[in-house]
């Protein structure tokens, strides 16, 4: 074991890859051909096993170490594991960022100057200011600037009243804090991503992101929609959903185009006694008349029983169609299967994912009824009903 102390910069994503790189170069120097590897950061180990896209500059240079030095190796695994079977190695963590050499003992505890990866080089342009939502607000705190339109001008006076500039930062004052700093989309979307999937990530709801987002002091307009968003596109929690009772389809009625165009009747045996021991009896030739006469009115009869049962299928179907919650589907829509069981883990038990793929759509046979394929284009055998699908968001 071993212990690392960055004199740098980093965030909690740049730490994990950071120990992840500096892991994999010593299982080399050991001459380690076959490695398993446990993190307890879902992000950094989805994005090197490619279930997550690396985004920003920084992490894809991370990224592409990383994958550099597992392509030296034979054979790498790479694990998540809970936080909780994890503790041994946060506290040895947490001795190395504090440099504790009493804590330490016989642990070698080394100094890291400067990242893994080389320093992103930047180029200075002088660009016109980008017009963000804050823009029309630091307008008016600074310079009392005010849109033409009346209503505008007014509603910004009003939305103006609860914001502030400390040290050249707008803030927003808050109900349940003082301050809330104001940022961007972009930045935005990063705080999400921390929250939700870095250390102190849990996956929680929509609602429940931009609540936590809120408590850690940050605040933008769209913060609850973009929440959603993006709590909709985790994979992981696509795959883990739980499978939907609401019909994915119109119901189709099925009429018969002539009713009562085959039928008989067929008497085997005597006709039993009645009470008295008195027997039923109908004459052959009474029965052939009688035959005859309901056959001059089954015109009538045939057109009121499609009557009836059209009317009966129009309410049947207004019934069913307020319960269906369709979803567009098209060629080229990535979806999820949902897990037959004969397709199942038996391994996973009831801790296993409730859908699989993603697969594409490749066609559509009828409403609701595609041919899939998998990613690599091969085709996907039988069509699949839109009831066992799911959209997947990317």
């Not at 883990?345 to 490749?362: C, L, S, T």
């Amino acid at each position: 074991m071993s212990a690392i102390h960055f004199k740098f910069y980093a965030t909690n994503n740049d730490a994990e890859y950071e120990a992840l790189i500096n892991g994999l170069k010593i299982a080399l120097e050991m001459g380690v051909r076959n490695l398993i590897t446990k993190s307890d950061s879902e992000l950094v180990v989805n994005q090197v096993n490619g279930g997550f896209q690396a985004r920003g500059p920084r992490t894809e240079l991370y990224l592409r170490c990383a994958q550099c030095l597992i392509g030296m190796f034979k054979e790498v695994r790479l694990e998540c594991v809970p936080r909780e079977k994890n503790s041994n190695t946060d506290a040895l963590a947490k001795m190395g960022l504090q440099q504790e050499a009493v804590l330490l003992g016989s642990i070698p505890l080394e100094i890291q100057e400067v990242p893994s990866i080389p320093e992103i080089e930047t180029i200075h342009v002088d660009e016109a200011p980008k017009e963000t939502w804050m823009t029309p607000i630091l307008a008016y705190i600074r310079k009392g600037t005010l849109p033409e339109d009346k209503f505008m001008a007014r509603r910004l006076r009003y939305q103006a009243a609860r914001y502030v500039i400390y040290d050249e930062v707008l803030y927003k004052r808050g109900f349940n804090q003082p301050l809330l700093r104001c940022v961007e989309e972009e930045e935005g979307n990063y705080i999400l991503r921390e929250v939700y999937e870095g250390i102190c990530g849990n996956h929680s709801g929509g609602s429940s992101l931009a609540m936590k987002v809120l408590r850690q002091g940050y605040y933008w307009p769209t913060m609850r929609e973009d929440a959603t968003n993006f709590v909709k596109a985790c994979d992981r929690c696509q795959r883990f959903a739980n499978y939907s009772s609401i019909p994915a389809t119109l119901l189709t009625p099925m009429a018969s185009p002539w009713p009562f165009a085959m039928w008989g009747i067929d008497l085997i045996g005597e006709l039993p006694k009645a009470k008295g021991d008195v027997k039923d009896c109908y004459g052959k030739e009474d029965a052939e008349v009688n035959q005859r006469l309901h056959l001059d009115l089954l015109e009538e009869t045939r057109e009121n029983s499609q009557l009836r049962l059209a009317a009966y299928q129009q309410r049947a179907a207004r019934y069913y169609n307020k319960k269906v919650k369709g979803q567009l589907l098209k060629v080229g829509d990535l979806v999820l299967r949902k897990v037959m069981p004969n397709t199942k883990n038996p391994q996973h038990g009831v801790f296993g994912a409730n859908w699989e793929g993603p697969y594409r759509i490749k066609s559509i046979l009828w409403k609701g009824t595609y041919h899939l394929e998998d990613m690599d284009g091969k085709l996907v055998p039988r069509a699949w009903n839109a009831e066992h699908l799911r959209k997947y968001h990317q």
